[in-house]
C-alpha cells in the first residue's frame, strides 16, 4: 500500500470513528486529506471501497503479525504473552479501527464483510490454540470462547483508554496476563 493511500485510510478511520460512515461525506473525507472529494477515487473506487479496504487490511496484519509471533514463540506461555504484547500495541494504535469495526459493520460491503469474517475467525483460532495448549484442559470452545473474551478486554481502549497509553499498556498486558493464568 502506498504511503498516501495508507494516510487516507488513517483519516477516513479518524473521521468514521468521530462521525460513523454514513456521517462524512467524500467532500469532507477530501477535505480533510487536502483534496477534493472526486480526487480520492484516484485512489479508491468509492467510500465503501475506502471502508472495506480498512476493516480487510487491519485484519490481515492482525493475522499475519499474530501467527509470526506465534512462531517465533518458544512455547504457548512465550506465544501468549507475544499475542497479548502484540494485540495492546494494535489497541492502543488503532482505537479509531475498533470503533469502525463495531459501528460501521453492517456499512462493510458483503464480500469484505466475509474476507473479515475469515480472516477474524483464523486470528481467533490462532489464540484459541496457543490458550489451549496452555491448558489442555479446555475444549477448543471453551478456548475460543476465552479468545473472545481476551479481546473484548483488549478492545476496550476506545471507551477505557483514560489513562496515558503506556499505563494503559500495563492495565492492559496485567489483565490480560491474569486472565490467562499467566500472572
Known amino acids: 500500500m502506498t504511503p ?16 460513523g460512515f454514513h456521517g462524512v461525506s467524500v467532500a469532507e473525507l477530501g477535505a480533510a486529506c487536502g483534496v477534493s472529494g472526486p480526487a480520492l477515487y484516484k485512489h479508491f473506487q468509492s467510500k465503501d471501497a475506502m471502508l472495506a479496504e480498512m476493516l480487510v487490511s487491519i485484519s490481515e496484519t492482525l493475522l499475519a503479525e499474530g501467527r509470526s509471533r506465534v512462531a517465533s514463540a518458544a512455547g504457548p506461555r512465550e506465544a501468549l504473552e507475544a499475542l497479548v504484547e502484540w494485540h495492546i500495541q494494535f489497541a492502543i494504535e488503532h482505537r479509531a479501527l475498533i470503533v469502525v469495526q463495531d459501528r460501521d459493520w453492517s456499512s462493510l460491503p458483503d464480500e ?13 483460532d490462532v489464540w484459541a490454540t496457543q490458550v489451549r495448549l496452555q491448558d489442555p484442559t479446555l475444549s477448543p470452545e471453551a478456548s475460543r470462547t476465552r479468545a473472545h473474551v481476551l479481546f473484548g478486554l483488549l478492545n476496550s481502549t476506545p471507551h477505557s483508554g483514560r489513562l496515558p497509553d503506556p499505563q494503559m499498556h500495563d492495565v492492559l498486558r496485567d489483565m490480560a496476563h491474569g486472565a490467562l493464568g499467566l500472572a
Open 4 to 19: 498516501r493511500r495508507q494516510q487516507i485510510l488513517d483519516i477516513a478511520a479518524e473521521m468514521f470513528a468521530a462521525r
Open 112 to 124: 469484505a464483510r466475509e474476507r473479515v469474517r475469515a480472516l477474524q475467525r483464523a486470528y481467533v
